[in-house]
């Protein structure tokens, strides 16, 4: 979400730095040009102003010159006064200028002025000043902070445009997926700011998936599975009642507990394996001796080498401690070690090394193999590829598919092939190192 608050903030300042930069500079020509109208129209104004009130000076004696100033002041509200010529030092490319048409307008740092020459008073000088226009509001400043607003809100919309269409197709993927179409992703795209909240719902999607596949091959097989024994209990009932003496009876009754134990088993065995997806969220890594976890699932192991007369060995020559949940991965090595056994001729060999970027151990034995047709199947559940071993047994076809659960967890990968070393099955655990 680091990448949505960036590109929030960007947009923003952004747009209002840069927009109101435009803007300002837009204004300032534009009052620029207004301005230089409005001074060049009140200039105008003034000078004709100067020149008729120095015409009427002129006229009239010297002696009255102050008090028609000051009538000057109070009849056309002006700011206008005499000077002294003596007072006023000014070059004499300017002084010129008071003698003609309008006066000589100058500057201070406060206001602008005008001078005027009384021709028949050369004494004395006639002074405007121009006061500095005022600041009108216009329709302009409108218009202005309107379009301020406007482009801001333009730029949000283009931002915030792929952001609505990716919660879009979001929102679209979710309501297909729950219409049933569970293989819905959102495609990544470079230009979306929630790819967080996108791969977030990819795995989502693909756990929901996985689990209603799971649950789906779970019921299947269930209900396939299940239908012998009930149709033995059933025939088994029927046969006791029907027995006319207490040993047929007993026979019966006999096979009936063994297929009730079958069927204990077997749905137990499958309750656990539906439960696998909930005891994900509670597995606890810790630092382990792979090498000391390796040799107790060996040991526990050894009575079944015994009795199949099968040679069981350890080889590794470093030590190895990895971040693991040792309950499930020692479960894991059981599986896979007593399954190598049962296939094996005569030995089985474990192996386990690390490198800068992963821990790999490896179970190979020196059996049979497995068909090339087949290595693609032997982690889906239910799936048996020795039919000699039976449900009766205790062989649900459960064994790789709670193995590859187990490894899936410690976001690890399983892979079988078939050993050129000892002939046989190997079975290949890779676990990346979490850095």
């Known amino acids: 979400m680091r990448g949505l608050y960036l590109s929030i903030i960007i947009t923003v300042l952004g747009s209002l730095f840069f927009i109101g930069w435009g803007l300002d500079k837009l ?37 009255s010159l102050t008090d028609t100033v000051r009538q000057f002041q109070q009849q056309y509200e002006i700011n206008s006064h005499l000077v002294l010529s003596d007072d006023v030092a000014l070059p004499q490319a300017l002084s010129v200028q008071l003698d003609h048409q309008g006066g000589l307008l100058l500057a201070s740092q406060n206001d602008q002025y005008l ?19 005022q600041e009108e509001s216009s329709s302009f400043n409108f218009i202005l902070t309107l379009a301020l607003y406007t482009s801001i809100c333009c730029i949000l919309i283009l931002w915030v445009f792929p952001l609505s269409r990716r919660l879009y197709l979001l929102n679209n993927a979710a309501a297909k997926i729950g219409a049933g179409q569970l293989d819905m992703r959102i495609k990544p795209s470079r230009f979306s700011y929630i790819k967080m909240l996108e791969k977030s719902f990819n795995n989502m999607a693909g756990q929901i998936e996985k689990l209603v596949a799971d649950n789906k091959i779970l019921a299947r097989s269930l209900s396939h599975d299940i239908r012998t024994p009930i149709a033995c209990l059933r025939f088994g009932l029927e046969a006791a009642i029907d027995s006319k003496t207490l040993e047929k009876k007993n026979s019966y009754l006999t096979r009936m507990d063994s297929e009730l134990t079958n069927m204990e088993e077997m749905t137990s065995a499958f309750l656990e394996y539906a439960s696998m997806e909930r005891q994900a969220l509670h597995i606890k890594k810790q630092k382990t001796d792979v090498n000391a976890l390796i040799k107790s699932a060996i040991g526990d192991c050894e009575i079944l080498a015994n009795q199949k007369e099968v040679r069981l060995s350890l080889a590794t020559t470093q030590p190895i401690h990895f971040s693991l949940d040792y309950h ?21 060999l474990v192996s386990a090394e690390i490198t800068k970027k992963q821990l790999i151990i490896t179970i190979e034995d020196d059996g049979k193999g497995i068909a090339a047709d087949k290595l693609d199947v032997v982690f889906t559940p239910f799936v048996k590829l020795d039919p000699e071993r039976s449900r009766e047994q205790g062989h649900f076809g459960l064994g790789l598919a709670i ?28 676990f990346p190192i979490q850095k």
């Open 115 to 133: 001078l005027k020459k009384l021709s028949k008073h050369p004494s004395y000088l006639l002074q405007i000043n121009i006061p500095l226009a």
């Open 27 to 63: 204004a300032e020509h534009a009052e620029s040009g207004q301005q230089a109208n409005q001074e060049s129209q009140r200039t105008l104004l003034y000078r004709q102003l100067v020149q008729g009130l120095s015409s009427q000076l002129n006229d009239l004696p010297e002696t």
């Open 328 to 348: 499930w991965c020692y479960r894991v090595l059981i599986n896979l070690i007593s399954n190598a056994i049962g296939y094996a001729n005569h030995e089985v």
């Open 403 to 430: 193995c590859a659960k187990v490894v899936d967890w410690h976001h690890g990968t399983i892979s079988t092939d078939n050993n050129k070393r000892l002939s046989g099955a190997c079975f290949t655990i890779t």
